[in-house]
């Protein structure tokens, strides 16, 4: 067992086991907030990141850097500050700094060990299978010359990245499904577990199995800090912590819902019809739920003639306000006029062209000549 899990007060508490490289007693999160942080993950920043891990072993007497205590107390440090970041990912990580640590010492055994979480790792790294490393000597280093460990973290970080594009994608599809059953449902159902129920349901008809109902999770009474008798739940794998989240997240009616400007998942706090997230976009340090509904506006007019011609014109019959060359009577009447053709263009009841021209009025009328203390609205026309 790799930790073990519960819910309180609306969190989700995550407890190590001794064996694991992280030694936090406990760890309290948001429910909810680990499972999407984690599948709106950019996997590109996983390869960069760990390229630059794995090139720390790029040289000779890596093996034995890695031996020595110190770096074992840095690793542990390491685990921990990681796993309070980014839990679902802390997995990826202790089990790349677990390989590196038995490959050091017997690399047949660290690949066998791999291979239960990665089908495919004895035969990526099967050109590691019939080494061992010579016995050193008082005084004597062995030269590692092909940089076996560090082509072995390649090879590794190879694999975890194609586990976490699986993961991240089955992961996605599932909440889709959710919210799909929720929009097609509603919120009129009898308990929240009626969505769970209709997903397996599903998926059911579709595959003829079972993944939440199928081999659940065990459960067992434990202690806790501070001193608390608590139902814990077992997590052997990223999957089990996935599963035990995502059905907690269900049965506590945490919604989810995806943000209509930036596309990633969000959890609703202050409004249920929010549609916008709380996260940074862009470099201009601003949130999505600040300049989500204007970008969307621009978009949208950007996609659409009819708007853009509309919104150009709008824009410059306000400026003149602005310049006092247009009372703003006089720029209400117009927008009035302005948004009815609009509206009449967009539903093909009136000629793209003609509604051009009628934009295009008070423009012509001034070249000609008129007052600007006078301007034309064509509102009037």
């Not at 047949?108 to 239960?116: D, I, K, P, Y």
């Not at 594009?165 to 009129?188: C, H, P, Q």
């Not at 814990?232 to 999957?239: A, G, H, P, T």
Request: proline share 4%.
């Amino acid at each position: 067992m790799i930790a073990s899990v519960y819910i309180k007060n609306g969190n989700i508490h995550f407890y190590n086991e001794k064996d694991g490289l992280s030694n936090l007693g406990g760890i309290a999160y948001e429910l909810g907030r680990p499972l999407l942080n984690f599948v709106c993950y950019e996997p590109e920043r996983f390869d960069e990141g760990y390229a630059l891990v794995a090139e720390a072993f790029d040289h000779e007497f890596a093996y034995l850097s890695v031996r020595k205590t110190e770096f074992i107390a840095g690793l542990k440090e390491r685990a921990n500050e990681f796993q309070q970041q980014e839990t679902y990912l802390s997995f990826y990580d202790q089990t790349f700094m677990q390989f590196i640590c038995a490959f050091t010492q017997s690399p047949r055994e660290a690949v066998q060990q791999l291979a239960e979480l990665f089908p495919g790792a004895e035969e990526k790294l099967g050109w590691t299978m019939d080494f061992a490393w010579p016995p050193s000597p008082p005084g004597y280093f062995y030269a590692d010359k092909e940089r076996r460990l560090y082509r072995a973290a390649l090879d590794v970080v190879s694999l975890m990245s194609e586990d976490l594009r699986e993961k991240l994608k089955f992961m996605t599809n599932e909440i889709e499904l959710l919210i799909n059953f929720r929009t097609a449902m509603g919120a009129s159902v009898d308990s929240p577990m009626e969505y769970l129920y209709s997903m397996e349901a599903y998926r059911f008809e579709k595959t003829d199995r079972y993944f939440y109902l199928e081999n659940p999770l065990r459960s067992f009474y434990g202690i806790t800090k501070p001193p608390e008798v608590v139902e814990l739940y077992e997590i052997n794998s990223i999957v089990d912590l996935f599963r035990f989240e995502f059905v907690k997240m269900i049965e506590h009616d945490v919604f989810i819902k995806k943000c209509k400007n930036c596309g990633r998942y969000f959890i609703p706090r202050r409004r249920a019809d929010a549609e916008y997230c709380d996260r940074t976009f862009g470099d201009g340090g601003r949130k999505c739920s600040e300049v989500g509904a204007t970008l969307r506006y621009e978009k949208k007019v950007a996609e659409n003639p009819v708007l853009e011609a509309y919104a150009k014109a709008y824009k410059r019959f306000n400026s003149r306000t602005r310049t006092k060359k247009m009372t703003q009577s006089e720029f209400l009447s117009w927008s009035e006029q302005a948004r009815k053709r609009r509206d009449e263009c967009l539903a093909g009841e009136l000629p793209f062209e003609e509604f051009v021209a009628w934009l295009e009025q008070g423009r012509l009328r001034r070249r000609a000549g008129k007052s600007a203390s006078n301007p034309i609205d064509p509102a009037s026309e």
